[in-house]
């Protein structure tokens, strides 16, 4: 996380400048490469810290694209469904993630397990180079056609903006609570008795329920157009689940 703000400005700039293809394109090379280097670095924590950190650096890539895949391939009113199917496939990544690393721990071996995601990454991101279009033949709506790539002023627009500020805000503390609680849910529920695949299948349920959320809430503000109503629903229920996770004292 600490890569990933700095490196956020550029990859939005990147992703402006050049397209879809070639920023995904970028951040899928970066991780794929250096997350098979990683798998090859044995005990050298050094090199495996190194790699991990050039890792990172791709995420923003992957991340800031969301918005311009949306507008890119999907008319208006389809927009926010396709953006909240990207952010399941993220969430599903992540809780598979957490439910196999410590079963191929403990049934192969930690370097085992890096070599697996290392030769997956390589692989996938080979075939989204090979494979993947910046646009449709035919833009989803007349509007894709006259985007305008000057990113500096849109920055200076957005952050005059009251209500983006606040938005902001929300996104800034509610993605840092989520990072820490799936990082530390196995410290979190260890006393609580539950072993680490025990805590990764926990965390896999919980990103389980992002996915169903976002699903859910996506098709909603599609069809509702109250945004801002959903946002403020999704933020009490949160707030409430993580007083209930911090007082609860056994595992049921």
Same mark, same amino acid.
């Given at each position: 996380m600490i890569t990933y703000i700095p490196v956020s400005f550029i990859a939005t700039w990147f992703i402006n400048k050049f397209g879809f293809r070639m920023g995904v394109g970028l951040g899928a090379i970066i991780n794929g490469v250096f997350g098979f280097l990683r798998a090859l670095a044995g005990p050298n924590y050094l090199l495996v810290l190194l790699f991990q950190i050039m890792i990172s650096l791709s995420q923003p890539f992957f991340l800031n694209s969301v918005s311009l895949l949306s507008a890119n391939w999907f008319p208006e009113s389809e927009r926010t469904k396709a953006t909240g199917l990207s952010i399941i496939?993220?969430?599903?990544?992540i809780a598979l993630g957490m439910v196999l690393t410590p079963i191929l721990v403990l049934f192969y071996s930690f370097e085992v397990m890096l070599f697996i995601y290392g030769l997956y990454g390589l692989i996938i991101g080979i075939v989204f180079v090979i494979l993947a279009r910046d646009k449709p033949p035919t833009p989803?709506?007349?509007?894709?056609?006259?985007? &305008? &790539?000057?990113?500096?002023g849109e920055f200076k627009l957005l952050f005059s903006n009251k209500q983006f500020l606040i938005l902001m805000i929300v996104f800034f503390v509610g993605l840092g609570a989520f990072n820490m609680v799936t990082t530390y849910i196995e410290l979190i529920v260890a006393p609580r008795g539950l072993s680490s695949i025990e805590a990764g299948n926990l965390g896999g349920i919980l990103l389980l329920g992002g996915i169903i959320g /976002?699903?859910?809430?996506?098709?909603? /503000? &599609?069809?509702?157009?109250?945004?801002?109503l959903l946002i403020r629903i999704s933020l009490v229920i949160t707030v409430a689940s993580f007083f209930l996770l911090s007082f609860a004292t056994t595992t049921t």
């Open positions: 496939s993220q969430l599903l990544g989803p709506s007349i509007k894709v056609l006259k985007e &305008d &790539d000057k990113v500096k /976002a699903q859910v809430l996506s098709t909603l /503000a &599609d069809k509702l157009r109250k945004r801002v």
